[in-house]
């Protein structure tokens, strides 16, 4: 069945160092793709998406690259902040159907000053 | 804003006991959704619903039901509780066509003892 792997966490950054997420799925067709962020306490909110082969998704200052090729979906931030310490979930969703999220197991990231 | 709330942020029960889970949401929704987080297993479907009445079930239904009687306010029920079901829960809704852009409820950990 279609799968979303991620890299596992922690991970652990300095405020303003370089943020890389590792994803890749596998799907029998082109999913669309997505970012997840679950700030402590609170629940999921929808980061960022990408709907075909090469487009970017991007917001609060992240990135991610939607690559046909090497079935991945990169979580990128040029300069991380404390604040973005969270727990971030990669996702796919068939563009055909109901449209379930496939949830990835999430990474934690901790960032501090 | 969209808000899904639930009932309780913490829960406490015994094994064998009925356990009700509510979750409403305020912005008209189609569709809810119920799933399990756990550490190292991402989130998991339990059930979902499209329209009132209406359910399908998830990824993991075996051990509990759903009730939806009204658009706004999903339940899940575990009919008799036991310790492999302590988790957190999650709720979350989305519009009609769009089922993987979701808005999730804070959840609930429930621990079953």
């Known amino acids: 069945g279609d799968s979303v792997t991620q890299m596992e966490g922690p991970v652990t950054l300095s405020e303003e160092a370089f943020l890389t997420i590792n994803c890749t799925y596998t799907a029998t067709g082109y999913p669309s793709l997505f970012w997840y962020v679950q700030y402590p306490g609170e629940g999921l909110q929808l980061l960022l998406k990408?709907?075909?082969?090469?487009d970017k998704g991007s917001n609060k200052g992240f990135e991610a690259t939607y690559r046909k090729e090497t079935t991945s979906f990169h979580l990128e931030k040029g300069s991380v902040q404390v604040s973005d310490s969270a727990v971030y979930f990669c996702?796919?969703?068939?563009?055909?159907?109901?449209?379930?999220?496939?949830f990835g197991t999430g990474t934690r990231l901790l960032v501090s000053p | 804003d969209v808000k899904v709330t639930q009932s309780s942020r913490y829960l406490v029960k015994r094994t064998g006991e009925k356990v009700f889970l509510e979750c409403v949401q305020d912005?008209?929704?189609?569709?809810m959704f119920w799933y399990r987080q756990d550490p190292g297993l991402g989130l998991r479907l339990i059930y979902f619903s499209y329209d009132v009445k209406m359910k399908e079930k998830g990824d993991i239904p075996e051990g509990y039901s759903v009730s939806r009687e009204k658009k706004e306010r999903f339940s899940l029920i575990l009919e008799s509780a036991s310790t492999s079901q302590t988790s957190m829960y999650l709720c979350a809704s989305s519009i009609m066509g769009t089922a993987h852009e979701q808005y999730f409820g804070p959840g609930t950990r429930l621990t079953v003892t």
């Open positions: 996702a796919l969703s068939m563009n055909t159907g109901f449209q379930k999220l496939v």
């Open positions: 912005m008209d929704h189609e569709n």
């Open positions: 990408a709907t075909k082969a090469d």
